[in-house]
């Protein structure tokens, strides 16, 4: 084989609501992108083969491991990353202070991307029992603190939110 | 980064089979959840690829004129469950893509990939063969449909010509009208886990709910492909609803099924298992469809 010859294509999406354009080789996958590009270092490597959820990321309202999902497919759709959710002043989001409260964080290297399904399970407005929030949360893995702490935080958040809207 | 050697981009149906044609070598990649995971470790290292994963034509579930529901190759397990065609009249499928991995494997996952993969223990599959559903493939000479038990060849080779793709599933209006069925998953854990067997039973019962006018039994894990348990069908059809059939049933599947020791499990267990799981999937598809089997 002759010296490879790289590809490369424009990828233009909206990232925690700014639309950006970057050049990405299309050997790249959206963590690579995100990481590599935007320097959004909340989106975790973990073992890239779709079985932690470290590297979770929501495309179009839905949470996607963006370890196994190629940067080419970004193009033209809406990406949140954990970054997104910060406030203004970079004040901590509900469900953020509910994972603190709770203890539901060691390391950190799944927190990233637990809030980000958290989020997705909380913006469907639901209210679901524990069984469905732990089927749920079933695409990510933690190594530190067990998952009782982070089911507590989520379900905690679920029921206030639940309440706040009367 | 991916070991991949060239993408090539399909920007329709027709563009894909071009681009199959033009580059024999390359693969399809449609979600990518089985491609991805082999690139990265070195299975499929330096590969081509065709990626559909753009064609938005081939998302989405329908009803035809004729009542048939064609599901689009590319529709993810997620909007599968979700879709309220599939709810109201093949939920059984819901459940069986709602069991695949976890929830991010659902959202990037096709039921084209999981049938396209020749996969025995794929999770929709043993559903699929107990709706008697149909693969549409388009390719160069246009469109053509078989049965789903056809498509597959052997264990990982389904029958795609050159430049051909499924482009659809089509559940016949026939196979899900009257039938009432429900699916089991049997793993070692309840999520993230590949099936160790899996069996889907469909039935249609009599109008007093007596007696079984047709039965149909899929399975995955219980040979190399997945499959359907005929013999046994062919004794069940025309039977009460009893405790005496559920047994039979117990004991004629061990007659079709052909499965094999793995690392996940024993032959021994997987026999066990094919008798247990479709016992306890015809009892409920029984319940759901009205019916009630005595003791
Ligand atoms: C962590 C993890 C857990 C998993 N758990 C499960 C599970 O529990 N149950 C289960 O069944 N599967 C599971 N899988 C496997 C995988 O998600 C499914 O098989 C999925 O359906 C593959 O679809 P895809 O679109 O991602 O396929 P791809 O990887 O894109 O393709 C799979 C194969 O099909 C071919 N192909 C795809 N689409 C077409 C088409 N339209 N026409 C022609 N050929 C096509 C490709 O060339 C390739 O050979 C898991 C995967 C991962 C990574
Ligand atoms: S890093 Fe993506 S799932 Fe583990
Ligand atoms: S907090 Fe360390 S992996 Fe979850």
Redesign the pocket.
């Known amino acids: 084989m002759a010296e490879e010859m790289r590809q490369f294509r424009q990828v233009t999406c909206t990232i925690n609501g700014k639309k950006k354009t970057t050049m990405v080789d299309v050997r790249a996958s959206l963590t690579d992108m995100l990481r590599n590009d935007y320097r959004l270092t909340s989106v975790k490597k973990g073992c890239e083969?779709?079985?932690c959820g470290a590297c979770t990321v929501i495309i179009d309202g839905e949470c996607f491991?963006s370890c196994?999902y190629l940067a080419i497919w970004a193009d033209g759709k809406e990406i949140t990353t954990l970054e997104g959710l910060e406030g203004p002043n970079g004040e901590l989001s509900d469900i953020q202070k509910a994972f603190v409260e709770e203890t539901a964080i060691q390391c950190g290297f799944c927190t990233p991307g637990f809030i980000l399904t958290a989020k997705e399970i909380l913006d469907s407005g639901k209210l679901y029992t524990d069984d469905e929030l732990r089927k749920l949360l079933s695409?990510h893995l933690c190594r530190c603190t067990g998952y009782d702490n982070i089911l507590r935080a989520v379900k905690k958040t679920m029921l206030a939110r639940h309440k706040a809207r009367g | 980064m991916f070991d991949i050697k060239a993408i090539y981009e399909a920007s329709s149906v027709e563009d894909a089979v071009r681009l199959l044609l033009e580059h024999p070598e390359a693969?399809?990649?449609?979600?990518?959840?089985?491609?991805?995971?082999?690139i990265r470790e070195g299975r499929m290292a330096g590969c081509e690829l065709v990626s559909?994963?753009g064609l938005d034509e081939?998302r989405g579930v329908t009803m035809t004129e004729d009542k048939d529901i064609r599901i689009g190759?590319?529709t993810?397990?997620s909007h599968i469950y979700a879709d309220p065609i599939i709810r109201k009249h093949v939920p059984v499928l819901g459940e069986a893509?709602n069991?695949?991995?976890?929830p991010?494997?659902?959202a990037?996952?096709?039921?084209?990939?999981?049938?396209?993969?020749?996969?025995t223990?794929?999770?929709?599959?043993s559903t699929l063969f107990a709706y008697d559903a149909l693969i549409e493939?388009t390719g160069p000479e246009g469109v053509r449909v078989v049965p789903i038990e056809s498509f597959y060849l052997g264990a990982?080779r389904?029958d795609?010509r050159a430049g051909?793709?499924?482009?659809a599933v089509i559940i016949p209006k026939a196979s899900y009208t009257g039938y009432h069925g429900h699916y089991i998953?049997y793993?070692m854990r309840n999520a993230?886990?590949?099936?160790t067997t899996g069996c889907s039973v469909n039935v249609k019962l009599s109008r007093d709910k007596k007696t079984i006018r047709d039965i149909r039994i899929g399975y995955?894990v219980a040979a190399p492909v997945p499959m359907r348990a005929k013999k046994t069908e062919v004794e069940v059809r025309g039977k009460d609803v009893s405790e005496e059939t559920e047994k039979l049933i117990g004991k004629l599947v061990l007659e079709d099924v052909t499965p094999r020791d793995s690392w996940r499990a024993s032959k021994d267990l997987r026999l066990h298992l094919c008798s247990t799981l479709a016992v306890r999937a015809f009892r409920e598809a029984v319940r759901r469809a009205g019916g009630e089997i005595d003791g």
Do not use: H, P, W
């Open positions: 083969v779709g079985e491991d196994i695409g | 693969k399809i990649i449609a979600g990518g959840s089985d491609v991805l995971i082999k559909i994963y081939m190759s590319l993810s397990f893509v069991m695949v991995g976890g991010q494997i659902r990037i996952g096709t039921i084209g990939g999981n049938t396209c993969n020749g996969v223990s794929a999770d929709s599959a493939i990982g389904v795609l051909e793709l499924e482009t998953k793993g993230m886990e590949i099936a995955g």
